[in-house]
């Protein structure tokens, strides 16, 4: 398969007076060209920031230590997303590589209007478009993400709508240059179901037409099952697993996984009691230097106790780190 996007090692720290605290460690990962790549895990295990590393967005003190990003753009040109130059990196970001950030209240700029926004991301990246062409396009992406009164909105402040609406508005402005890659961080959570389906499809068929490739990190299984083709589980700074998504869905290998998966089938038992893994995710530099998933894991041996699993293949395809399928230590 040709891959749009090669992660290789990446490795992600930050600064706690003048110690180095890991928060992301040798994280590996491939999207394919017109694929959907879900990342799944709870809060705190470096999902969003490894999508902000990909755009050299990663705040202070927070910084790449390690590792490359290849992404293969429109021209066909391969370049490392961790060491471009800036300037090389602004004519990517918002044409080759799109985001949708997960709190679309902080997102948008308050003093300035829907459209002076959305005229903006097309001025940055096409400076010779005309007036009438700009509104063209900003009416049509608002019309395609179901946003009511389109003309209304535009000039409209974010204070004015609703977070529902502004959310819409935050895929539109993603979606208006069709990207070659589309990175959404949580791109469904202010919506309602009927427009969290519809969002979804638009994605889907942005994957089609488009000839683009998608990122889709959430909290929700169900976004993963109707979107994605591969996905990978992060926990604790690292991927724990990953598979294609109907082999992860129905022979998850990993602890972790299984607990994700019953804590969403729970409800449909008997009992109607809600499952949920006991304990919290570690958080960044209090990590052992054994499995990170031993102190709530109901698996838990000796040995997980003192060396960390490898990533290695437990099926064609589908990788776990976990004992339970291989003996392999990390290197």
């Given amino acids: ?6 992660i290789t090692d990446l490795k992600i720290s930050t600064l706690r007076g003048k110690e180095t605290v890991p928060l ?5 990962l491939k999207v394919g060209r017109q694929q ?3 990342i799944v895990g709870e809060s705190g295990c470096g999902k969003s920031i490894t999508a902000s590393a990909l755009l050299q967005l990663l705040p202070y003190p927070l910084s790449v230590t390690g590792g490359s990003a290849f992404f293969t753009a429109s021209s066909q040109a391969r370049m490392d997303l961790l060491t471009l130059p800036p300037k090389l990196m602004r004519g990517i970001r918002g044409r080759e590589i799109a ?4 709190e679309p209240m902080t997102s948008l ?6 459209q002076q926004q959305m005229f903006e991301a097309l001025h940055f990246h096409y400076p010779h478009m005309t007036h009438a062409d700009r509104m063209d396009k900003s009416l049509s992406m608002l019309r ?4 009511p009164r389109p003309e209304q909105t535009l000039a409209s402040y974010p204070h004015q709508l609703s977070g529902g609406q502004l959310q819409r508005i935050m895929i539109a402005i993603a979606l208006m240059n069709n990207p070659r890659l589309l990175i959404a961080d949580e791109p ?4 309602d179901v009927t427009i969290q389906m519809q969002i979804l499809e638009l994605m889907n068929e942005l994957k089609e037409t488009n000839d683009a490739s998608v990122i889709m990190i959430t909290h929700d299984l169900g976004v993963i099952a109707e979107t994605s083709q591969h996905v990978a589980v992060f926990y604790a700074g690292h991927i724990v697993e990953e598979a294609p998504v109907n082999e992860l869905f129905h022979h998850p290998q990993h602890p972790y996984t299984k607990g994700l998966l019953q804590s969403i089938s729970s409800l449909t038992g008997d009992s109607r009691q809600l499952y949920a893994i006991p304990g919290i995710v570690p958080p960044g530099g209090s990590w052992a230097a054994h499995c990170r998933f031993a102190a709530r894991c109901s698996h838990a041996s000796g040995r997980c106790l003192t ?3 490898a990533l290695t293949e437990a099926a064609p395809g589908h990788f776990c780190r976990c004992f339970l399928h291989s003996q392999e230590v990390e290197a």
């Fill in 24 to 28: 992301l460690d040798k994280v590996s």
């Fill in 109 to 114: 700029d308050p003093i300035f209007t829907i």
């Fill in 36 to 38: 959907c790549l879900g």
């Fill in 188 to 191: 469904t959570t202010a919506l």
């Fill in 1 to 6: 398969m040709e891959h749009v996007l090669e």
């Fill in 144 to 147: 395609k993400v179901n946003i």
């Fill in 307 to 309: 060396d960390m699993p």
């Fill in 99 to 102: 985001m949708i950030f997960q």
